[in-house]
């Protein structure tokens, strides 16, 4: 809770070998996770949320005057490219109004499973109410490819840690929400677990009409490292990766007035410190 320890952190950061060129070269566009926000698994409960957010925006150069210094959470969109080729990204704030997770209890829990089990609550939220408002209003922006930051895993539901099925009426608001606006093209990039892994949600009444894909890729510094058994997820493609990794995601444009061809193919991939590809799928994007 302290904010000089934040900002030295983040310090920390800014001057590491590795970071500091990437930072040169790319823009990023960054959530926030547990330890990014302040506290391990917090949630609205953290009493420094608004201070970390203004420290969380000094470090990535967000304006003194914007607007974002002014809403309550991280969340925002940024769309990139031109008509017929546009990528929308869409950033979620699972943190700042998220309510407190329901925990096992010591002679309940099992071991490896996890400190924590679903909430039934329905007034239960992840995104409180003006993120949920405001994720409407931009699905029915103008996209071709939206990919959507969730700091927790969006498709596994069988484990005991954070993720979006511990508010299952959130998760299930979250895949109404995409299935309403009619936008198509949404995937999921998510991390937080220490491992990666790439999942496939089905196309259902209750999903979207097309599948969804999450890609977990964590993380660059303190992935687990060691072989562990494979962790339940029935919605996993391939294998879970323990060791340093990260993600990419490519986007191939096809250039074609014939329907038959899809508006872009896409590549999802998690690769390891060598860069070398450990797991990957591949998406037709369609163009309608």
Same mark, same amino acid.
């Given at each position: 809770?302290?904010?000089?320890?934040?900002?030295?952190?983040?310090?920390?950061?800014?001057?590491?070998?590795?970071?500091? !060129?990437? #930072?040169?070269?790319?823009?990023?566009?960054?959530?926030?996770?547990?330890?990014?926000?302040?506290?391990?698994? /917090?949630?609205?409960?953290?009493? #420094?949320?608004?201070?970390?957010?203004?420290?969380?925006?000094?470090?990535?150069?967000?304006?003194?005057?914007?607007?974002?210094? *002014?809403?309550?959470?991280?969340?925002?969109?940024? $769309?990139?490219?031109?008509?017929?080729?546009?990528? *929308?990204?869409?950033? %979620?704030?699972?943190?700042?109004?998220?309510?407190?997770?329901?925990?096992?209890?010591?002679?309940?829990?099992?071991?490896?499973?996890?400190?924590?089990?679903?909430?039934?609550?329905?007034?239960? $939220?992840?995104?409180?109410?003006?993120?949920?408002?405001?994720?409407?209003?931009?699905?029915?922006?103008?996209?071709?490819?939206?990919?959507? %930051?969730?700091?927790? *895993?969006?498709?596994?539901?069988?484990?005991?840690?954070?993720?979006?099925?511990?508010?299952?009426?959130?998760?299930?608001?979250?895949?109404?929400?995409?299935?309403?606006?009619?936008?198509? /093209?949404?995937?999921?990039?998510?991390?937080?677990?220490?491992?990666?892994?790439?999942?496939?949600? !089905?196309?259902?009444?209750?999903?979207?009409?097309?599948?969804?894909?999450? %890609?977990?890729?964590?993380?660059?510094?303190?992935?687990? /490292?060691?072989?562990? !058994?494979?962790? !339940?997820?029935?919605?996993?493609?391939?294998?879970?990766?323990?060791?340093?990794?990260?993600?990419?995601?490519?986007?191939?444009?096809?250039?074609?007035?014939?329907?038959?061809?899809? %508006?872009?193919?896409?590549?999802?991939?998690?690769?390891?410190?060598?860069?070398? &590809? &450990?797991?990957?799928?591949?998406?037709?994007?369609?163009?309608?």
């Amino acid at each position: 809770e302290d904010m000089a320890e934040m900002r030295a952190k983040y310090d920390t950061l800014a001057a590491n070998p590795g970071f500091a !060129p990437l #930072r040169r070269a790319v823009p990023i566009i960054a959530v926030w996770d547990d330890h990014d926000y302040g506290v391990n698994d /917090g949630g609205r409960e953290y009493p #420094r949320r608004r201070e970390s957010q203004q420290v969380f925006y000094d470090f990535f150069d967000v304006s003194a005057d914007s607007p974002l210094r *002014q809403q309550e959470g991280i969340y925002r969109a940024i $769309t990139c490219g031109p008509p017929g080729s546009r990528v *929308q990204f869409i950033c %979620l704030d699972s943190r700042y109004h998220r309510s407190p997770l329901k925990a096992v209890t010591l002679t309940d829990r099992v071991k490896g499973q996890g400190p924590y089990v679903p909430d039934p609550d329905p007034a239960a $939220t992840i995104l409180g109410a003006e993120q949920w408002a405001w994720l409407a209003e931009v699905l029915e922006e103008p996209a071709e490819i939206r990919i959507v %930051l969730s700091s927790i *895993q969006v498709a596994a539901t069988e484990h005991g840690f954070e993720k979006w099925e511990n508010f299952p009426a959130e998760r299930a608001r979250l895949f109404k929400t995409i299935r309403q606006s009619g936008a198509m /093209g949404v995937m999921f990039v998510s991390g937080d677990r220490h491992a990666a892994e790439i999942s496939r949600i !089905p196309a259902g009444d209750e999903t979207a009409g097309y599948p969804l894909y999450d %890609l977990t890729a964590s993380s660059l510094n303190q992935a687990i /490292g060691r072989s562990e !058994p494979q962790e !339940p997820n029935r919605f996993r493609v391939g294998d879970r990766y323990h060791g340093t990794n990260f993600g990419t995601i490519e986007i191939d444009w096809k250039e074609s007035a014939n329907r038959q061809v899809p %508006l872009a193919a896409v590549t999802l991939a998690i690769r390891d410190e060598q860069g070398a &590809v &450990v797991e990957s799928v591949a998406i037709d994007i369609p163009k309608e």
